[in-house]
């Protein structure tokens, strides 16, 4: 098992950027707060066919990452890499790492992972959809925290949006509200896999919703979901923005189990002969904070160190009107003792650089592609784009996180090691300055409510991608329409309440 970054300790050089950094990030997301209070935006979710043209590849990958993300919140979320075997074997080996994870869980998943592509290889003989079947189940059995509460909220949208029909003056016995019953009845089964029983029963009927949600994103209920869920009133629209996303949430499982059944019959190199390691999650470092806590203007002030504030006072005002000054408060009260941590993106691409793995010859398929199992955050999205290298990233989803941190310095590198990561640290605080500026002056918010990507869209709403797949370089769009490797003018995801954003077929987050 490699080690991330053996006998490293965090540097405490840049302490000032770093702090300035989480003043930013704390601004951003109370201003966005503001500026949805302003717009009446309740849900935004940005684009969703930014990553429309993965390859088939770049999608098994992520599928492998999402299924190593096994628990809500932040701990479980998965980059994988597929490199070339070495010592003479011929199959890949995946390279994974975790945002926080313990090594005992690693080596869990790890074992996880290859039991899968083990049975895939050696079941390749069954029929298609026997073989479907037991992989869907081994990747529901992984999921099941996830599955569990997804189906829970399922059920929440659903009464929710029967009320909504009923407010619009819809007989109980209508076309949509009848659609919307017979979903709750499949979506009511016991989640329980304390037993062997139980178990097959929940996967049995996990298999059955899952169909059913198929065969509602081949309806007409499917076109009924997007129309509503693009009502102009965001009241209206709310729960039916909730219920698309957990059936794409849900639908996400049949697409990673299908995708892996495909490479396999496909490619079956993939799943011959591999290696499965995985690297050490970052420590997680607390960072110093002043004490006591800025007030709003000044941390507005300490965000903007080298800016005259009282140039922006009338973009300030507009928001402090809509709750900006409170919204800051609370942020600063959430992360009054954070512990941050390497995302596990940045994590394996410090390592990879680290270890001279950064040229296409060293790849599987030459794809120096980081797969992830959520898009990045607007954070690491500037990282990529700031690192000198060819490495592939999904689209940023956008938000931002004050617990991110760079990966360690080994003092023995020495101080042109230090004045690099200055340097990169210099650059994506001067982007994430330019990017909140750009905020607080256009008042658009820039947030999604949900930072995976979710994984049903009726073709109704698939809108014509561009044709190719851009120059193929970590500078990704943070939201932009365009392809998930195209170019992109860094000025980040402007989200609306009707922007149809959450299908995408791509589903690389559960």
């Known amino acids: 098992m490699p080690s991330a970054a053996p006998s490293l300790t965090p540097d405490t050089v840049h302490l000032e950027k770093d702090v300035q950094l989480v003043y930013l990030c704390t601004l951003r997301t109370a201003a966005n707060e503001s500026c ?40 479980t979320i998965t980059a994988m890499v597929a490199l070339k075997g070495t010592e003479g074997t011929k199959g890949p080996t995946y390279l994974f790492a975790s945002n926080n994870r313990k090594e005992v869980e690693l080596h869990g998943m790890k074992e996880l992972l290859v039991d899968l592509l083990s049975d895939v290889r050696n079941l390749g003989n069954l029929a298609d959809k026997a073989l479907q079947r037991h992989v869907l189940w081994r990747v529901l059995e992984f999921g099941f925290d996830r599955v569990e509460s997804h189906i829970r909220h399922l059920l929440d949208a659903i009464a929710g949006c029967i009320e909504k029909c009923s407010q619009r003056g819809e007989a109980s016995g209508s076309s949509t509200i009848m659609q919307l019953r017979q979903l709750e009845e499949r979506a009511k089964f016991p989640c329980d896999m304390s037993g062997d029983n139980a ?41 039916w923005r909730e219920l698309r996303h957990h059936l794409g949430r849900l639908h996400s499982y049949r697409q990673a189990a299908d995708s892996i059944v495909n490479v396999a019959k496909d490619r079956p190199e993939m799943v011959t002969n591999f290696t499965i390691d995985y690297i050490s999650s970052s420590k997680q470092v607390k960072l ?31 928001l402090r009107e809509h709750g900006l000054d409170r919204n800051i408060r609370v942020q600063l009260y959430l992360h009054q003792k954070m512990k941050r ?22 790849f599987w ?9 959520k898009p990045p955050c607007r954070l690491c999205d500037y990282y990529f784009k700031a690192a000198d290298n060819n490495f592939q990233v999904q689209s940023s989803h956008g938000n931002t996180y004050p617990r991110w941190r760079l990966p360690d310095i080994n003092k023995e590198e020495g101080a042109e090691a230090v004045e690099r990561q200055q340097e990169l640290l210099e650059e994506i605080v001067e982007q994430l300055e330019l ?14 409510r949900w930072d995976s990507a979710t994984g049903w869209r009726t073709a109704q709403s698939v809108a014509p991608g561009p044709a190719g797949l851009g120059r193929g370089y970590a500078a990704s769009s943070s939201g932009s329409p365009e392809s998930v490797l195209g170019p992109s003018d860094g000025n980040g995801r402007s989200s609306s309440p009707a922007d149809g954003s959450d299908y995408s077929d791509v589903g690389v987050a559960l």
Not at 40 to 58: C, E, M, R, V, W
Not at 210 to 236: V, Y
Not at 365 to 373: E, K, L, P, R, V
Not at 435 to 446: G, I, N, P, S
Request: with cysteine.
């Open 288 to 318: 110093p904070m002043p004490r006591p806590s800025p007030s709003p203007p000044d941390l507005i002030q300490d965000a903007f160190p080298d800016l005259i504030i009282d140039d922006y006072e009338c973009e300030l005002d507009d």
């Open 365 to 373: 398929n030459d794809s120096m592609f980081i797969a992830t199992s």
């Open 341 to 362: 941590l390497v995302h596990c993106e940045v994590l394996l691409h410090d390592y990879l650089v680290r270890q001279k793995v950064d040229k296409p010859t060293k």
């Open 435 to 448: 990017d909140t500026l750009k905020l607080l002056k256009e008042k658009e918010a820039q947030w999604k």
């Open 36 to 75: 949805r209070d302003m717009n009446n935006i309740k849900y935004a979710s940005g684009n969703s066919n930014a990553d429309h043209h993965l390859t088939p590849f770049q999608i098994f990958l992520c599928k492998l990452a999402q299924i190593c993300d096994t628990r809500r919140g932040g701990d």
């Open 199 to 239: 178990k097959s029963k929940f996967l049995s009927d996990c298999s059955l919703l899952l169909k059913a949600i198929q065969s509602a994103k081949e309806s007409n209920f499917g076109k009924t979901i997007e129309d509503r869920a693009r009502d102009e009133d965001p009241d209206a629209s709310l729960p």
